[in-house]
C-alpha cells in the first residue's frame, strides 16, 4: 500500500534513519524539493511504501547516509543540484556536478559555477598496487563512465565509480513541463526501460490526477512490459556469454531479441515501444493481426529457447566464467534494497509486480525467481527463469485481454496533486513521484532508477576477481547509465 | 550445441537484403566529402560508437546492427574499440556538457579523413533535452557533422541506409 505523504520532524526523520539503519525499512528514494528533501521508504514485512518530508533548516538536513551507507550518493546528488547539505555525511564530494555546467545547484538558486577542485578519489595504499583508469569512453557500444580501479597484478583491490557523464538535467525539464511533453521525458530516462518508466509516470500522474486508466489499458501496459523484459532479458543473456567468449549465444540470442522487438513494432508502432504508455492509458490499441504476431512469436520462442537453456547449462567452458565470478553479498543487497536480478540473485525476495501487487499483476499468476548464490551465473539464471515467468504472463495477457476503451481523458481539476508511481523494469523497480500544480504542469518530477542500489553493488562484486572478468560481472549488473544520471 | 548449429544451417541465413542508401543522406555526404579521401578508404569502414549522452535507446539499435537480420560486417563495416581505429564516429546522444570535452578528445585522437555520423534525434539538435543546463547542444555543436540519421531512436534499418549512404559516398 502506498501512504499519503508525512512532513516529519528531526525527530521522526531521525526515526526512520535508524529504521533504515537496523533493517526494518529500506530506502527507495531520497531527493531533493527545495527547501525540502523527501525520502521514500519501503517496509517490506508490511508491504507499505511511505513518502516522508523534511523541511531544511538553513538548508541542512540530518544525514540519512551517515548511518545508512545506500543514502550517501542521492545525498551527494541532493547537494550537487539543490545546495542541500547533508548534516553529518562523511562523503561531501560532488557526485553529478563534474564541473562542467555554467551553474551550480541549477534546480535551486543557480549561482554561477566556479571553478572545481580536482576529485578526490578514495584513497588506496599497498606495495605493487597500480591503478586502471577507464573511460568515460568505454570500448564496446555502451554508455559512458568512468571506472577507475587499484589492482595487485590481475586482482582487483578495489572499484571506485564516477559517474554523472550522461546528465542531462531531465529534473530540470520536467519542472513546467506539460504532462505529455513530461512523459515523453520519462520515456527517455533509459531508453532499455521506457515502458517501465512510462508506465511507472502513468501510475504516479493518474494518482495525482486521482483517475483511473481503463481495464483494457492495464492489461496492455503489462503486455508492453513484459515484452520488454523478454527483449532486454534475451539481450542480456547473449552479452553475457558473449563477453565470455561464447559468441553463438549472443547471435542465437539476438535473433530472439529482434522478433521481439518486430513483433512490438506492428503491435505498438515502435520498437522499443517508445510513448505507446501515456498518462490516462495506452496510445495504441492491440489488434487481432498484433495478438496473431504474439502468438506465432511465443511459438519460436518456446521451440528455440529451452535448446538454448540448455546450451547454456552444458557448455562447461561459459560455466567456467560464469559460475563463483563477482559474488554479490546476501546482506548487501538487503541493505541497499537492490532490485531485478541483482537483488534476486542474492536472495532477495522482492519484485514490485508481486509486492506492491499493481494492477493487473494483482490478478495474474507468476513466480519470482530466486537464487542465493550471488554470482555472474545466478544473475544469467535469474532472467532466464523471468523470461519464461514473462512468456506465462504475456499469454495469460492475451487470454483474458478485456475489450473497451484504451485511454481515458485527463482532467485537471485545478488543483496539487501528488502521487507516486512504482513499476517492475527488467533491472528492477522504477520509482517516479511527482507533483502537479493546478495549472495542470508539473511542479517537480523524481525519477528513480533501480541502478542508483546497484552501481554500488558492482564495487564490492568485483572484489578479489580478476581484471579481466569485469566486463562479465559488468553485463550481468548492466546497470543504466542515464537512468542514473538523469 | 550441435542441434542449435544444425538448425543454422537447415533454416538459412536469416540476413536480409540490405536497404538502399538514403538519398537525404547521400545528398548531405556530397557536400561535405572529399574525393582524394575517398579513395584512400576502399569498401571498408572502421566505426567507433560514442554515446555523448543518450538516453541508450540508440545504442540498442546500433547493437542490432550486429544481429544476424542486418549483420554489419557483411557490408565491410565494423565497430573498432578505440577512436584510433576508427574511419567513422557514430555519435549518439543530445551533447551533455559532462561528455563535450570527452567528445571532443575522441574526435581528435580520430585520424583523417573522418567522418561524423549523428545518430538519432538529441544528436541532430539535444532533441527533448535541448535547453537544458546540462546540455550543450546536438553533436554539430561540438564537433563537426557529416551526416544525420534522424529517428528516436533510428532503427536499425535507417542506419543501414545511412551507412550505405556513407559508404557509397566514401568507396
Known amino acids: 500500500m502506498i501512504k499519503p505523504r508525512s512532513n516529519v520532524t528531526a525527530e521522526g526523520w531521525g526515526q526512520a534513519i535508524d529504521r533504515l539503519a537496523n533493517g526494518s525499512l529500506t530506502l527507495l528514494a531520497l531527493w531533493g524539493d527545495a527547501p525540502n528533501v523527501h525520502m521514500a521508504t519501503l517496509d517490506e514485512a508490511a508491504g507499505d511504501i511511505a513518502v516522508l518530508t523534511y523541511a531544511c533548516v538553513d538548508g541542512t538536513y540530518p544525514s ?10 542521492p545525498e551527494r546528488a541532493i547537494r550537487d543540484l539543490y545546495g542541500l547539505e547533508a548534516a553529518g555525511s562523511p562523503d561531501t564530494r560532488p557526485w553529478l556536478d563534474l564541473g562542467f555546467w555554467d551553474v551550480r545547484h541549477p534546480l535551486a538558486t543557480k549561482e554561477p559555477a566556479q571553478k572545481p577542485g580536482a576529485y578526490a578519489f578514495l584513497p588506496v595504499e599497498g606495495e605493487s598496487l597500480h591503478q586502471i583508469p577507464v573511460g568515460p569512453v568505454h570500448a564496446g557500444i555502451i554508455e559512458p563512465g ?40 520519462a520515456g527517455r530516462t533509459s531508453g532499455d526501460s521506457t515502458v517501465a518508466y512510462a508506465y511507472a509516470f502513468a501510475q504516479a500522474v493518474e494518482a495525482a490526477l486521482q483517475i483511473k486508466a481503463p481495464p483494457r489499458a492495464l492489461y496492455l501496459r503489462a503486455l508492453m512490459a513484459e515484452l520488454e523484459r523478454l527483449a532486454n532479458h534475451f539481450g542480456d543473456i547473449g552479452a553475457i556469454c558473449n563477453d565470455a567468449a561464447f ?44 495478438i496473431a504476431l504474439i502468438k506465432a512469436l511465443f511459438a519460436e520462442i518456446r521451440r528455440v529457447f529451452p535448446r538454448l537453456i540448455e546450451l547454456y547449462d552444458n557448455t562447461a567452458s561459459l560455466q567456467d566464467r560464469t559460475v563463483t565470478t563477482g559474488i554479490v553479498k546476501a546482506e548487501y543487497v538487503r541493505r541497499f534494497g537492490a532490485g531485478g536480478y541483482v537483488g534476486r540473485a542474492s536472495g ?21 525467481p530466486l537464487r542465493d548464490e550471488g554470482d555472474v551465473n ?9 523470461a519464461e515467468q514473462s512468456l506465462s504472463l504475456i499469454e495469460q495477457i492475451l487470454a483474458v485481454l478485456p475489450a473497451g476503451e484504451i485511454r481515458v481523458d485527463l482532467k485537471t481539476n485545478g488543483k496539487h496533486g501528488e502521487g507516486l508511481g512504482l513499476t517492475e523494469a527488467f533491472r528492477g523497480d522504477v520509482l517516479v513521484w511527482l507533483r502537479i500544480g493546478g495549472d495542470g504542469r508539473i511542479e517537480r518530477c523524481h525519477l528513480r532508477d533501480a541502478s542508483w542500489f546497484q552501481w554500488p553493488l558492482l564495487e564490492t562484486a568485483i572484489e578479489g576477481n580478476i581484471v579481466a572478468d569485469f566486463p562479465l560481472c559488468n553485463k550481468s549488473f548492466n546497470c543504466s547509465y542515464s537512468g542514473h544520471d538523469l | 550445441m550441435r542441434r542449435t548449429l544444425l538448425e543454422s544451417f537447415a533454416h538459412g541465413p536469416l540476413t536480409e537484403a540490405a536497404p538502399p542508401p538514403d538519398r537525404a543522406g547521400l545528398a548531405e555526404l556530397a557536400q561535405s566529402v572529399e574525393r582524394a579521401a575517398r579513395a584512400k578508404l576502399g569498401r571498408s569502414l572502421s566505426i567507433r560508437q560514442v554515446d555523448a549522452g543518450s538516453c541508450n535507446g ?43 570535452e570527452a567528445l571532443e578528445r575522441t574526435y581528435n585522437a580520430t585520424p583523417d579523413p573522418k567522418w561524423v555520423i549523428a545518430v538519432g534525434g538529441c544528436a541532430a539538435d539535444g532533441g527533448v533535452f535541448a535547453g537544458s543546463y546540462a546540455v550543450a547542444g546536438g553533436v554539430k555543436d561540438v564537433v563537426p557533422v557529416d551526416l544525420t ?11 543501414l541506409a545511412g551507412l550505405l549512404a556513407l559508404l557509397q559516398t566514401a568507396s
Not at chain 1, 540519512?64 to 550518493?73: D, I, N, S, T
Not at chain 1, 529482434?258 to 495504441?284: K, Q, T, W
Not at chain 2, 567513422?88 to 556538457?97: A, F, I, N
Open chain 1, 64 to 73: 540519512v547516509g551517515a548511518k545508512h551507507p545506500p543514502a550517501l550518493r
Open chain 2, 149 to 159: 540519421i534522424p529517428g528516436c531512436p533510428p532503427s536499425p534499418k535507417a542506419l
Open chain 1, 348 to 368: 532477495r525476495n522482492f519484485d514490485a509486480r508481486r509486492n506492491v501487487a499493481y494492477a493487473p499483476y494483482d490478478k495474474l499468476a507468476f513466480e519470482v
Open chain 1, 247 to 290: 559468441a553463438m549465444m549472443h547471435a542465437q540470442t539476438g535473433i530472439l531479441r529482434e522478433r521481439v522487438l518486430r513483433a512490438a513494432d506492428v503491435c505498438f508502432a515502435h520498437r522499443l515501444m517508445m510513448d505507446a504508455i501515456v498518462p490516462g492509458g495506452v496510445a495504441r490499441d492491440l489488434t487481432a493481426e498484433g
Open chain 1, 378 to 386: 545466478a544473475r544469467v539464471w535469474i532472467r532466464i527463469r523471468e
Open chain 2, 58 to 100: 540508440c545504442e540498442l539499435e546500433i547493437h542490432a546492427l550486429n544481429n544476424a537480420f542486418y549483420d554489419l560486417e557483411r557490408l565491410g563495416l565494423h565497430f573498432v574499440a578505440s577512436p584510433r581505429h576508427a574511419d567513422v564516429l557514430m555519435v549518439t546522444g543530445p551533447v551533455t556538457k559532462n561528455m563535450r
Open chain 1, 146 to 185: 568512468h571506472f577507475r580501479f587499484a589492482a595487485n597484478g590481475e586482482h582487483v583491490v578495489r572499484l571506485e565509480q564516477r559517474l554523472g557523464y550522461v546528465h542531462k538535467g531531465i529534473e530540470s525539464l520536467m519542472t513546467g513541463a506539460t504532462l505529455e511533453t513530461a512523459a515523453k521525458l
